[in-house]
């Protein structure tokens, strides 16, 4: 199974042994067809009509666009870096370029190994690194060039940062992530208008922030803050939203909240299901700007279920976006005999906790040797956003100190009942094919009770539309069409 973007992790546990466990993907796995259908859902965007459930049936070769790896965890990341082209943070010529480096070194394997891992990430490392030392030497002369060339670097420092701890130098974790953060800020000096740099306090630390004005004047315009989801880095977030919202005449917020980007990498602050607390700050800085209008929260992927229980819980959003919606990490995570204990012991005594805890932690010690470069890594990655122990035992690069509690953890990120809160016009959004939301959207979406009928939109984004796959890498542009078309109306 393939790797899930910006997202958690999938795997399955049976007979008391790890037997696959393996991240899902933005991109399907071999042998699979995949549709996310919401059909039987009566939503539609801006009168356009939904396909119907056969037309969504469609072959694995058609969900993937591009076979750059034969690995998918590869490829799914490769995917996005093309897609960001769409906001002049990566070039195609250049990711093409890069894809083929990697796979004369490494022989493109289905099942990369460290060294596998190691050429993956000195590759973009290695171009990102050029490309930032032309944008030095080309800043003063020509800023606008050395703006894109720092904006490209860092899309390619963010491919390196993903796949680190698969690599044989995970304890560069933080490094890595100073690199992409060092470059994202040497663009963000050059761009104009001036980007303004903020902090806020919030209950988890500071929460750092950028404020985004599509031109000089002060008058209120409507604002949309974009929260990103368990991985996504700050230059991610030109193609979710901030391009796009720039051109339309919105101001756009980013954030930095626990589990992300400067909390996580440097402060090891990990995610919180209480959402809201992290919101709530950056919107109070917003709404005291005389820049500001109406105001509207866009979730990307994690940050699509996290932002549910912002928009149920704030006062002053407008309207909100869920990009794509789910509600329960914990049942996304198909590690099945394992989940099913600790969620069963939940409720139990503390010595029966123990116990199962005990259990839990053995049968991942016992198995660990075994498994394959790729599954622990995507044990790594997607178990350290959650418990600071589980992000020191994958810098550290050994078998999961205590697997129990990041299970337990990842239960209390269930948002079913801020679903059923939310009274704000709400859009959700479902990708065909992603095999790692699956159809939460279209349970969510019904869940949205307290919307009124005309006020809510579930939208489908296809392959037909070149926007399939969880996060749309490749469809950018499409969705964030979608989007602004209908948010645009509740925030002017």
């Known amino acids: 199974m393939p790797i899930t973007r910006r997202s958690l992790l999938a795997g399955a546990v049976a007979g008391g042994a790890l037997t696959g466990i393996g991240a899902l993907s933005g991109c399907a796995s071999t042998g699979s067809t995949g549709t996310g259908s919401t059909s039987g859902v009566p939503t539609a965007v801006s009168g356009d009509p939904l396909p119907d459930a056969s037309s969504l049936q469609i072959s694995t070769s058609e969900l993937v666009p591009l076979q750059l790896f034969a690995w998918e965890g590869f490829l799914g990341e490769a995917l996005f870096a093309l897609g960001a082209a769409s906001s002049q943070t990566s070039e195609v010529g250049e990711v093409l370029r890069i894809v083929q480096t990697i796979n004369v070194a490494t022989g493109n394997p289905a099942e990369p190994d460290t060294g596998d891992f190691d050429a993956y990430c000195e590759s973009f490392s290695a171009f990102g690194d050029q490309l930032a030392g032309l944008a030095s030497a080309t800043a003063d002369a020509s800023p606008v060039t050395a703006k894109n060339r720092f904006l490209r670097a860092s899309t390619y420092a963010t491919q390196e940062l993903f796949f680190i701890l698969g690599s044989s130098a995970g304890a560069r974790e933080e490094e890595v992530f100073d690199k992409v953060q060092g470059f994202w800020n040497s663009a963000v000096d050059l761009m104009s208008p001036k980007v303004e740099r903020f902090e806020v306090s919030s209950d988890f630390g500071p929460i750092p922030g950028y404020f985004f004005a599509p031109d000089e004047s002060r008058d209120p315009r409507p604002t949309l803050i974009i929260s990103s989801g368990s991985d996504g880095q700050n230059v991610e977030s030109m193609q979710f939203g901030v391009t ?18 400067t909390p996580l990498f440097v402060n090891s602050v990990v995610f919180t299901p209480d959402w809201d607390q992290v919101v709530g700050p950056v919107l ?42 789910a509600y329960d990490s914990i049942a996304l995570w198909k590690d099945t005999a394992a989940v099913a204990q600790v969620q069963q012991s939940l409720n139990q005594p503390a010595a029966e906790q123990d116990k199962v805890k005990q259990q839990v932690n053995q049968v991942i010690t016992d198995a660990w040797p075994n498994l394959g470069r790729a599954t622990q890594f995507e044990i790594f990655k997607r178990g350290s956003i959650y418990t600071k122990a589980m992000q020191a035992d994958a810098r550290a690069d050994r078998a999961p100190s205590d697997y129990y509690a990041l299970l337990s953890t990842m239960a209390t990120f269930n948002f079913e009942d ?7 016009p709400t859009m959700l959004t479902a990708n065909q094919g992603d095999q790692f939301f699956q159809d939460q959207s279209v349970q969510a979406f019904q869940w949205l009770t307290q919307v009124p009928t005309d006020q809510k939109q579930l939208l489908e984004l296809t392959a037909a539309q070149g926007a399939q796959l969880h996060d749309q890498p490749t469809g950018p542009q499409v969705a964030q069409e979608y989007i602004f078309d209908w948010v645009t109306p509740y925030l002017r």
């Open 244 to 261: 796009a919202g720039l051109e339309r005449g919105f101001n756009i917020v980013l954030f930095e909240g626990p589990g992300q980007m």
């Open 284 to 325: 109070e800085w917003a709404k005291a700007r005389p820049d500001v209008g109406k105001i509207g929260l866009v979730g990307i992927s994690f940050g699509g279920m996290l932002c549910a229980r912002a928009a149920a819980k704030l006062d002053g959003l407008s309207a909100v976006v869920l990009e794509p919606a």
């Open 418 to 424: 801020d679903y059923r809160n939310i009274k704000i």
